[in-house]
């Protein structure tokens, strides 16, 4: 209960954030544009577009949450509050959960009033979850290391790589090494074309999730951890 108490510290920078840095203005761009691409192609894909709100719009939290200099400095003295690592990057985690879901209602509630609405139900919103569960803790330990350098990385790799499935890269490059790399990392690790097939009840994309949430914490926890260390 100590532990969920600290971790809930952490959720209300969110809402701050989004209220008074540039951290609002990156998601309403980002949700004002795959809006207007649900909305001007008639062939758009809700499940593609909540997985992508998702997966983007958590890389975007996160970066608002974690990524610059000063908030990677500032873990170090949160720890000398009664708090732990853990309970830190869990509450950020959380964060970027929240705002990147909060982007997946946004689309999902316009594609149910739109042609799209007999094919929404709860598959591209639940999918669109799942991937920002990955993303925001995969993403997060990314930018504990690399800062907004690697949130970058991580957005371009979500918005053009990912959507590729592995089979699809390796013809891309006809069996090249940069295209055997690029589909290794597509099977391995976080990805949209994985998580779009949540939508139609694939539990190893589901349990996929689960996994990169476990490691990306681990790695982030270890992260924030250290930095305490060299701080206290």
């Known amino acids: 209960m100590e532990f969920v108490r600290r971790t809930l510290t952490e959720w209300p920078l969110l809402p701050v954030r989004l209220v008074r840095t540039r951290l609002g ?20 894909d809700p499940v593609g577009i909540a997985v992508l709100a998702g997966t983007l719009g958590a890389v975007v939290c996160v970066a608002g949450l974690a990524a610059s200099t000063a908030d990677r400095a500032a873990l170090a003295h949160r720890l000398l509050h009664p708090t732990t690592p853990a309970a830190i990057t869990t509450g950020r985690w959380l964060g970027a959960v929240s705002g990147a879901t909060l982007a997946i209602c946004a689309l999902s509630g316009y594609a149910a009033w739109s042609t799209h609405a007999a094919s929404v139900g709860v598959g591209a919103p639940l999918a669109g979850v799942v991937a920002a569960v990955s993303a925001s803790a995969s993403a997060l330990a990314l930018v504990l290391v690399g800062g907004h350098p690697a949130a970058v990385l991580a957005f371009l790799w979500f918005l053009f790589v990912s959507t590729m499935s592995p089979e699809a890269m390796l013809g891309l490059g ?7 790399i690029l589909a290794g990392m597509l099977e391995v690790g976080p990805s949209v074309w994985r998580y779009r097939e949540v939508a139609s009840g694939n539990l190893g994309a589901a349990a996929h999730a689960v996994l990169w949430v476990g490691a990306g914490l681990s790695i982030a926890t270890w992260r924030v951890a250290r930095r305490g260390g060299r701080r206290l």
Not at 36 to 41: A, V
Not at 174 to 180: D, K, S
């Open 174 to 180: 006809r069996h090249g090494v940069p295209a055997t």
């Open 25 to 44: 203005v990156w998601w309403l761009v980002l949700v004002g544009a795959l809006w207007w691409l649900q909305r001007g192609d008639p062939r758009a």
